[in-house]
């Protein structure tokens, strides 16, 4: 008889630095042994982990959901004057799709590099242009909603789980129940459940993974005092009240939340719903000025084909290079470099719009949609060179237009 099915979308690693107590491969390993289809990394505030957490999940046959514990501030993110480290709270993210993955990336990006004090921080309107694609929770006690249910205030709660209804809208943020045998985590889930129903909202249940099996508590708890500059023996420290945070199975969790079967069976539904692809054969590439209705490799196809008819409009052999043309443009459709070729002609006809002397070096001489584009200045037909010496349809590798510009400018 199948187990109930659950699976955990609130995990760190040891990238969730001097507080994660479990190294990526073994959380992997344990959920594999769990029997468990999916899991997800959730470190504080960084993306650190996630490219190994990704592999080590596809080797066993994990389905990899990448998220981030982010840190919110209440304010600015870039006021940092008159803060305190407990201005920041915690707000978990999921990325439902390469979208999601990509919006991940641009907040712990933000975070670290304009909203960092104490931690690297966002805010709701950085939040609010790089929501595309994410699932979102309320995360733990230290997340907003909780945080003022443990101040007494509902209404102030309850104001804040609207908020991220609004936002995000009811299908992409839930409502996240935890239960370490905490009095106050009794406390908030009686009112998180209350706000959930008020505000039309589903809920889920997770754990807070910390650590791998119950036995690591203490070594999870000496990780917390080096992370702190504190000693076991002082009392006012941070300390975790339970020995609760580890990965527990699905039998356990549907213990814990027996009253709440549909907190479980959310957990799978989110799941469901994660699905990003990340490629490492291909470097990912931007194509600029790609007018609406076209693809990179349409738009290039144009610019090519007006290029040849300026460069060789009324050459005899028109026929001839209409033919390697043509060839190229399919070699580079194949290969999906159209966006390189882009990429290098903006930037081609940006100096010679500013007088900035440069030169082409190398194989790219042999391309004829190089020369149609700017990039070159030499007939790749009046001297027989040959296009497979720059890019190989039978060795597909990234292609290497070597430049060189005036280093005065």
Do not use: W
């Amino acid at each position: 008889m199948p187990g109930p099915s659950f699976v955990h979308l609130h995990t760190h690693s040891e990238f969730s630095l001097l507080d994660g107590a479990a190294r990526l491969e073994a959380l992997v390993q344990r959920a594999a042994d769990l029997e468990m289809e999916a899991l997800a990394l959730t470190d504080h505030g960084v993306l650190y982990g996630a490219v190994d957490f990704y592999e080590t999940c596809r080797k066993v046959g994990i389905k990899p959901i990448i998220g981030v514990e982010a840190y919110v501030t209440d304010g600015d993110l870039r006021q940092k004057k008159g803060r305190t480290e407990k201005n920041a709270y915690h707000l978990l993210l999921l990325a439902e799709n390469f979208t999601g993955y990509k919006n991940l990336l641009k907040l712990t990006t933000i975070a670290a590099l304009e909203g960092f004090y104490y931690k690297p921080r966002i805010d709701h309107h950085t939040l609010e242009e790089h929501k595309e694609g994410l699932i979102v929770t309320s995360a733990c006690l230290s997340g907003e909603v909780c945080s003022a249910l443990l101040a007494g205030e509902y209404k102030r709660a309850l104001a804040i789980a609207g908020y991220y209804r609004d936002l995000l809208g009811p299908d992409h943020y839930y409502i996240e129940l935890q239960n370490h045998g905490l009095d106050r985590q009794t406390q908030c889930n009686e009112q998180l459940l209350k706000i959930a129903r008020d505000l039309g909202l589903r809920t889920i249940c997770t754990n807070d993974v910390h650590y791998l099996q119950q036995s690591d508590a203490e070594a999870h708890d000496v990780l917390l005092c080096i992370g702190t500059g504190a000693t076991v023996a002082d009392e006012n420290r941070l300390r975790y009240d339970a020995d609760q945070f580890y990965m527990k199975s699905p039998e356990e969790m549907a213990a814990l939340f027996a009253d709440y079967p549909a907190a479980l069976e959310q957990t799978v539904e989110i799941a469901s719903r994660c699905n990003v692809e990340l490629e490492f054969d291909r470097a990912p590439m931007p194509a600029p000025g790609i007018p609406q209705g076209h693809t990179a490799h349409t738009y290039l196809r144009e610019q090519a084909l007006l290029g040849l008819d300026r460069k060789v409009g009324n050459h005899p052999q028109q026929a001839r290079y209409r033919e390697r043309l043509e060839y190229e443009l399919g070699i580079i459709e194949l290969t999906g470099f159209a966006p390189y070729f882009l990429i290098v002609r903006d930037f081609a006809l940006f100096a010679k719009k500013q007088g900035i002397f440069f030169g082409v070096r190398g194989s790219a001489a042999g391309s004829l949609v190089s020369y149609c584009l700017d990039i070159t200045d030499i007939d790749p037909l009046d001297y027989d060179l040959t296009f497979e010496r720059f890019l190989n349809p039978e060795r597909i590798q990234m292609p290497d237009i070597d430049m060189d510009f005036e280093d005065t400018r």
